[in-house]
């Protein structure tokens, strides 16, 4: 079992939770995820590593009610715990594999959209611990939906907070605060991380791409299963089939077809559009299983 030892509510539908798990806080890395369950009979939840602490052993996460498994695990309380706490899952984001010195000499931009700020700061972080400084947007709906602020004020170099209805700091989209700062502000990125909801995500590369500027994207939001069997997280990359969970999360988000991903996450909703997809995408349509290469 993996006791809770925190649990909080963000925003309305957004949980944070701080749970014991000694073996993964050892090992993870920013970028990688996590699996949950509650029980023996629970769904298997796949869940970004919101943060971790190797000395204390603990990792946290953070997620939003989008069904009734997560409804239920918002109901959870310190001193609960989870049945299963499996990870750390998929490939951590690439920076961590770089030079640090030469990190340092990059200019980098991390936009971050609703949950997907829970993600974004673990990378942040991991770099600013490092000596690196990055230019960080945050988007939200609302005042009321933002999240880790003062988390990430804390780590960013420059923190960008913008609000949809103007509720909060300034009104407007992520993009318009990339024109913004590359545009009327003059700055030049060598690449830009993207981590929100898909339609973010594509209009984010849209822009970047015209703006010159490399951009990673995480995949996180479209998993199910988490391991490659279900095939939710399948999309094209560069006109090849890839898995988000096995060969991810994080992409080349100018390769990305988005518009065929968003149809087929809409899909994989139904069971009658699972079987569609599995009918189309015949033995391709499954990433891990070991049958299907």
């Known amino acids: 079992m993996y006791p809770i030892l925190k649990a909080e509510k963000l925003a309305e539908k957004i949980?944070?939770?701080?749970?014991?798990?000694?073996?993964?806080?050892?090992?993870?890395?920013?970028?990688?995820?996590?699996?949950?369950?509650?029980?023996?009979?629970?769904?298997?939840?796949?869940?970004?590593?919101?943060?971790?602490?190797?000395?204390?052993?603990?990792?946290?996460?953070?997620?939003?009610?989008?069904?009734?498994?997560?409804?239920?695990?918002?109901?959870?309380?310190?001193?609960?715990?989870?049945?299963?706490?499996?990870?750390p899952l998929g490939n951590p984001s690439e920076f961590v594999h770089e030079d640090i010195e030469s990190l340092k000499n990059k200019k980098m931009l991390f936009v971050a959209g609703g949950v997907g700020t829970a993600p974004v700061y673990p990378q942040v972080k991991w770099l600013h611990e490092h000596g690196v400084d990055v230019d960080v947007i945050v988007g939200a709906k609302?005042?009321?939906?933002?999240?880790?602020?003062?988390e990430m004020k804390a780590v960013a170099g420059n923190?960008?907070?913008?609000?949809?209805?103007?509720?909060?700091?300034?009104?407007?989209?992520?993009?318009?605060?990339?024109?913004?700062?590359?545009?009327?502000?003059?700055?030049?990125?060598?690449?830009?991380?993207?981590?929100?909801?898909?339609?973010?995500?594509?209009?984010?590369?849209?822009?970047?791409?015209?703006?010159?500027?490399?951009?990673?994207?995480?995949?996180?939001p479209i998993m199910v299963d988490g391991t490659g069997m279900c095939g939710a997280c399948r999309v094209t990359v560069g006109g090849k089939v890839k898995f988000a969970c096995v060969d991810g999360p994080e992409f080349d988000g100018h390769a990305i077809n988005f518009d065929e991903a968003m149809k087929r996450q809409q899909m994989y909703k139904t069971e009658e559009g699972r079987a569609i997809l599995k009918l189309r995408e015949g033995d391709t349509h499954h990433g891990g299983c070991g049958n299907c290469h």
């Open 159 to 220: 923190l960008y907070i913008t609000t949809d209805d103007g509720s909060y700091v300034r009104k407007g989209m992520v993009t318009d605060v990339i024109k913004d700062l590359v545009n009327v502000q003059g700055n030049k990125y060598d690449v830009c991380v993207a981590i929100g909801p898909m339609i973010m995500m594509k209009f984010v590369c849209l822009l970047t791409k015209e703006l010159e500027i490399p951009t990673i994207v995480s995949l996180n």
């Open 15 to 87: 949980y944070l939770m701080v749970v014991k798990a000694p073996r993964v806080a050892k090992n993870c890395q920013p970028g990688e995820f996590i699996i949950v369950k509650i029980d023996e009979v629970g769904e298997r939840i796949p869940l970004t590593i919101c943060d971790y602490n190797r000395e204390e052993g603990t990792v946290t996460i953070v997620f939003q009610i989008v069904g009734a498994s997560t409804e239920r695990m918002s109901s959870l309380k310190a001193g609960d715990a989870f049945h299963d706490f499996v990870g």
């Open 142 to 150: 609302n005042k009321d939906l933002l999240i880790l602020e003062e």
